[in-house]
Every structure is written in structure tokens, then in C-alpha cells.
């Protein structure tokens, strides 16, 4: 491992976790269904497989970083229907607004991506963390990811923990009663069961913590 590619998150690094988050998401799409039936209309694994294969088609050649997590964005908003897709939509391009022209990431620039994201899906779903949704994965991975940083941790470190924070958080939606999406119209018959948003959001981090520590071996 050099210091170099362990210090920065480079653009064939982001393209292999678009197409690894693809690849895993395909993978779970029957366990995302599943995890949508009881609390939701089933179509959570498809939305998600549909939408990063119409991302696959759609991803731009070249080293452009936020073209790339635009072009992302473009196509979740395009080819996903219901809640998931414009939400997903919304994380990559308000993540990606300040990437443009980006070949290479710091870490402080990745903590930036992450809390955009997270700050755009709050305000599209109108929605903070405790509600049972992808957020409860997304903003303790955030979190977690700048304190790395923060205290000089490399990037798959960083990127490892913050993966570890999306999976604490998803299983911490089994409890919760849904405030927010189909789920809610639920109620209190919401609870026990493992929001598949969250879910999506820990595999498309785990998948990024994988294709970096992968990249940098
Ligand atoms: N307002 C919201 N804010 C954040 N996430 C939400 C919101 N509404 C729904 N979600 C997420 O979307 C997921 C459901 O996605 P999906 O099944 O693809 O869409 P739909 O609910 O329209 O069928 C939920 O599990 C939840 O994580
Ligand atoms: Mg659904």
C-alpha cells in the first residue's frame, strides 16, 4: 500500500465502487424485496437493481469525478420510481455539486461528499435520522467517516468504519417505528423489521469500503 493511494480516493476508485454497489445490489435484490414486502410493496430490490444498470449504461468514460456522481444521480432520478430513486437522486448530485472536474478526492473533501448527501436526502425526504430510512444508515456513516479523518486515519480505514457505522445503523432500524415513507402508514406494526433503504445504503457503503481497500492491496 502507498501513501499516495491510501491518502486519496482516485476517480478508477469511484468508478469501481459504482460498479461494485451495482454488482452487490443486483446480487441482494431478492433480500431487498423481501425486507420491503412486510413493510412496504416489494419492489425495493428492483427499483435498486433497474436503477444502478441503467447507471452502468449511462457512466462516463474519463477520470471526472463529479461527472461521474452526476451522471449516477441522473440516472437513479430517470429510471427509479417511488421514494427510493429521487432520494438516492438527490444524495449523488448534491454530493457531487462540488466535485466537478475532480480527478482525485482528500478525505476532507469525501467527509464534504458524505454530508451533502446526507443533508440533501434530509431535506428531499424531509426526514433526520430515528425515522427507520436510509438515513439511519447514511448519517452515522457520515459521522463516523470525518471522525476518521479527523484523527488521521487513511481512506480504506476511514471508508471501513464508516461502513461499520451504515450496518450498526441499519440494524438499529429494526426497532424503530417508520415515520417517513410507506412504512409509516404501518405504524406501530413497522416495528420489527429492518428498513430496506437502510439496508441499500449499507451495501452501497460497504461496497465503497470494499473497492478501495481492494484498489489500494
Ligand atoms: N422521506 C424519506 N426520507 C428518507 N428515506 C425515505 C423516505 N421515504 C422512503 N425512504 C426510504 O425509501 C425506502 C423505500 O424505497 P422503495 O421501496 O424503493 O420506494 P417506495 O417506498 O416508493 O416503494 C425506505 O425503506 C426508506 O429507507
Ligand atoms: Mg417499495
Wanted: net charge negative; no cysteine; hydrophobic share 45%.
Amino acid at each position: 500500500m502507498t501513501d499516495t493511494l491510501a491518502g486519496a480516493v482516485t476517480a478508477p476508485m469511484v468508478r469501481a465502487w459504482i460498479e461494485k454497489s451495482a454488482k452487490v445490489l443486483a446480487d441482494n435484490r431478492a433480500h431487498l424485496t423481501e425486507l420491503d414486502s412486510p413493510i412496504g410493496d416489494s419492489d425495493h430490490g428492483n427499483n435498486m437493481d433497474r436503477g444502478f444498470k441503467a447507471v452502468l449504461e449511462k457512466l462516463p468514460q474519463g477520470d471526472d469525478i463529479g461527472a461521474m456522481l452526476k451522471s449516477v444521480a441522473m440516472s437513479l432520478i430517470s429510471k427509479v420510481g417511488g421514494a427510493a430513486g429521487p432520494l438516492y437522486g438527490t444524495m449523488f448530485l448534491d454530493g457531487a455539486k462540488p466535485l466537478a472536474g475532480k480527478t482525485s478526492l482528500t478525505g476532507e473533501e469525501l467527509a464534504r461528499f458524505f454530508d451533502d448527501a446526507v443533508a440533501g436526502v434530509m431535506k428531499r425526504g424531509r426526514s433526520d435520522v430515528g425515522m427507520k430510512t436510509m438515513l439511519d444508515a447514511l448519517a452515522p456513516a457520515a459521522k463516523a467517516f470525518r471522525e476518521e479523518i479527523a484523527n488521521g486515519s487513511d481512506m480504506p480505514a476511514a471508508l471501513k468504519a464508516a461502513a461499520k457505522a451504515a450496518e450498526q445503523g441499519m440494524e438499529a432500524t429494526i426497532p424503530m417505528q417508520a415515520q417517513r415513507g410507506r412504512a409509516s402508514y404501518l405504524g406501530e406494526r413497522s416495528i420489527g423489521h429492518q428498513d430496506p433503504g437502510a439496508t441499500s445504503s449499507y451495501l452501497i457503503l460497504q461496497a465503497f469500503s470494499d473497492a478501495v481497500e481492494e484498489a489500494v492491496q
